[in-house]
């Protein structure tokens, strides 16, 4: 069983980036793929992007291309998504996500709080 | 990216009651579709993935349908545990992955 853990809640302000951190256990992060999914107070899910940690391919959704950049450091098993230029509207809780067959799996969220 | 449209936004039903979610996607994405539920401050569940294959665990109450750009969740009988929102996801490996809207099954 996949077990993930992200890492704590952050406050950043208009303009700042905030990198989160997914540790992955019971498995290992290069035969995972990794997704990122956000969702805002009260709002819907919204998939941000995909990280295959064996090549480092990457896959985003239109919005967040160029201002999001998916890693990972395979020595450590852990996964990182950095978002950049953030703005209010980016005030949300952050999963990253993985499964075999769609998402299956899910990080417990991190709550990215965007306010000057 | 392809665009995934529930419908209802919001569904009003009662125990027992038979519910159907529609999910439409904007080209066709095969078989490539997922379920999943969602209640208030918890992480969403996997329910039914490629369209209709029901995930181990998930009650037989729960099915799905469709293939192309249009798919169906069906709940046959709800029960109180049933009420919460539900999600449909495509996972097509040739685009970008996309969630719907969802829609909010609440007690009539």
């Known amino acids: 069983q996949v077990h993930l853990v992200q890492s704590g809640p952050e406050v950043k302000k208009p303009g700042a980036s905030v990198k989160v951190s997914c540790k992955v256990s019971?498995?290992?992060?290069?035969?995972?793929?990794i997704h990122w999914v956000r969702q805002a107070p009260g709002k819907g899910l919204e998939w941000m992007g995909g990280f295959e940690p064996e090549d480092g391919e990457t896959v985003f959704a239109q919005k967040f291309q160029g201002r999001v950049t998916l890693t990972g450091d395979t020595s450590t098993d852990t996964a990182y998504m950095e978002v950049s230029s953030l703005r209010s509207e980016d005030t949300a809780m952050y999963y990253c996500?993985?499964?075999?067959?769609?998402?299956?799996?899910w990080g417990q969220g991190t709550l990215v709080s965007v306010s000057s | 990216d392809i665009q995934m449209t529930q419908s209802p936004s919001t569904l009003s039903a009662s125990v027992g009651d038979r519910v159907t979610i529609s999910c439409r996607a904007s080209?066709?994405?095969?078989?490539?579709l997922a379920w999943y539920q969602q209640k208030p401050g918890k992480v969403p569940k996997l329910l039914i993935y490629r369209a209709s294959s029901l995930k181990s665990g998930v009650p037989s109450r729960f099915s799905g349908s469709g293939s192309g750009t249009e798919f169906t969740l069906t709940i046959t009988s709800l029960q109180p545990d049933d009420f919460a929102t539900y999600y449909c996801?495509?996972?097509?490996?040739?685009?970008?992955?996309?969630f719907g809207q969802g829609t909010k099954v609440e007690i009539k």
């Open positions: 019971g498995f290992t992060l290069i035969g995972l793929s």
């Open positions: 080209q066709n994405i095969g078989g490539w």
């Open positions: 996500a993985t499964g075999d067959v769609a998402i299956d799996d």
């Open positions: 996801q495509q996972y097509d490996s040739s685009s970008p992955w996309t």
